[in-house]
């Protein structure tokens, strides 16, 4: 554990410390933390995701895995990052940022898991193709369009600085608007989901769903048709959690603030890997 900068430095001080930390815990020798959230990530669709053959190129793989990540972290619950093929049965949500990339075996085991119970939110550009990157037939998001309740007519990527309008359904005319999102948006149509939020503008003029949600079996299934802001991204995670009966493990953690910090310290001390990695709590 002694850096390439060598002895003496802060890593190598903090690396001391946890470990006379740990010595003052021995009954923790053993145990593990079982999460209840896992996020799907794999390897395939990172790079079937970032193909140049696809409506934008601002569509990146780590953004989109980090933009679901980070409420999940600021709410304070515990997260695995798994393949689509692992045993999903120990978890209550499952999160799907932007999974182009699903075959039609593990859409179908994702479909077992919300029948049975679980929960799922998944945000756009999801279950486009399998996992030969050839289109599933029948629409989109044709692997999952049933356990979401809704269908995707058209991608319309927004520009690379261009806001995109949002509204709640059930506002009235003089209620703020949320924040508006960015990058991404698509032509939702419900069949079966009910929106819980709307696109809005000049453009949008006919209620088309900015976010969806539907029930399926004993479980809950909601879809991200763009990329709203941190603060509308946040509330609905937490209506995800919610749905899922998902609580944080530890309601007495550090304020959110001391955490990202915690994690950034993590992040940046362990630059030579590219992988996805959970902050220790």
Known sequence: ?????????????????????????????????RNEVAILFDWDNWWALELDSHPS???????RVLDHYSPLFEAGVGIDLVHPAADLSPYKLLVLPSHYLLSAV???????????????LASFFTGIVDEHDRVHTGGRPDALDDVLGVRVEEFWPAAADEAVPLRSPDADADAPAPPPASLWREDVKLTGARAELLFAGPDWDDDRPAVTVH??????????ATRPDPVTMRAITDRSLADAG???????????????????????????????RTPMR
């Open 106 to 120: 593990n859409a179908e085991r994702i479909r077992t898991f919300v029948a049975d119970g679980g929960s799922l």
């Open 215 to 224: 029930t399926r079996g004993g479980g809950t299934a909601r879809y991200i």
């Open 57 to 63: 190129d601002g569509v990146r793989c780590l953004d």
């Open 246 to 276: 998902v609580a944080p493990f530890c309601p007495a953690c550090p304020p959110a603030s001391r955490r990202r910090s915690a994690a950034a310290r993590i992040t940046t001390s362990s630059s030579c890997s590219t992988t996805p």
């Open 1 to 33: 554990m002694i850096p390439h900068a060598g002895a003496g430095t802060r890593v190598h001080a903090e690396v001391r410390e946890l470990g006379r930390e740990l010595a003052l815990v021995p009954e923790l020798a053993g145990t593990r933390i």
